[in-house]
């Protein structure tokens, strides 16, 4: 645990990929996630929202180590895990777990749920026989809502919900202080997404288990999460606890973002529709990455990037926060 008492802190952390060839002899580099800081206590959800391609799912590979950052630390539990190779990575990996998005690809198909838990049961309990990881697997398996009968099934056997329910099952298996969540409603049928959802609210208060739940859709962020990150072409434009984020958004892209979601009665808010396509991450815009399309951009976010300003917990990546605005 960190001097703060968190059990995650990302200091500017960096991620990215290089490219074939070079442009005028400079190699060139598509920069998923740029400079992004943030820290998440235990048991707490940090929700992660933003469009396709902001860096979201990269963000969150990289945190249990899937990516390998460029710079930048991962203080997880007081300790550096960005710079951690071979053993020394797979060590600590019961430290840290990840439920990815599709439920059908996340299973190997030749497994059956057994071996597929036992995987991890193996690392975190060396030693411990068969017949005990055995039990422990069907504990698991009723912990998520399944019967242990299925443990002897393969993945084709199950519905969408019941396969998300194992990967569940298998981030759990290592007793894990940090998970992420990358999406693991959205191939999910509506009626089952409330379900898997709840799940993993029950998950977290009886295990204390921190999250970073990643998301497109805001309402199922705002309802699990404590606070809420948004994210856009790799940088991170705003911070804030859930409600207040929703109730009060203070960068123009995150109104953009509230805008489209469904409200009626006294909650409805006027649709903003933004200009213009999100800028690639293999050009990005100078200054600002939000400034092609912002309806308050001025030169000076053209030519520079805005500084973080926080305000009780409130942070914003933005020159001209909500009530300041100048028009053009």
Known sequence: MSEKGNILEVRNLKVYYPLRGSWFGKKRYLRAV???????????????????????????????????????????????????????????????????????????????????????????????KVSARRERAAGLLERVGLDSGALERYPHQFSGGQRQRIGIARALAGDPGFIVADE????????????????????????????????????????????????????????????????????????ALLSAVPTVGENHRKR???????????????GCPFHPRCPYAQEKCRRSLPSWQENNGHGVRCFFPLGKKIKN
Do not use: W
Request: proline share 7%; charged share 20%.
């Open 34 to 128: 740029e400079d992004v800081s943030f820290t998440l206590a235990p048991g707490e959800t940090l929700g992660l929202v933003g469009e396709s391609g902001c860096g979201k799912s990269t963000l969150g590979r990289a945190l249990v180590r899937l990516e390998k950052p460029v710079s930048g630390e991962i203080i997880l539990n007081g300790r550096d895990i960005a710079r951690l190779e071979g053993r020394a990575l797979r060590d600590c990996r019961k430290e840290f777990q990840m439920i990815f998005q599709d439920p059908y690809g996340s299973l190997n198909p030749r497994l059956t749920v057994f071996s597929a838990l036992d995987e991890v049961l193996r690392l975190r309990y060396p030693g411990e």
């Open 184 to 255: 693991p409603v959205s191939a999910l049928d509506v009626s089952v997404q409330a379900a898997v959802v709840n799940l993993l609210l029950d998950i977290q208060k009886e295990s204390g288990t921190a999250f970073l739940f990643i998301a497109h859709d805001i309402a199922v962020v705002e309802h699990i999460s404590n606070r809420i990150m948004v994210m856009y072409l790799g940088h991170v434009m705003e911070s804030a606890f859930s409600h207040e984020l929703v109730a009060s958004p203070q960068h123009p892209y995150t109104q």
């Open 272 to 286: 903003i529709v933004l200009s213009g396509d999100v800028p690639s991450p293999l050009a990005p815009p100078s």
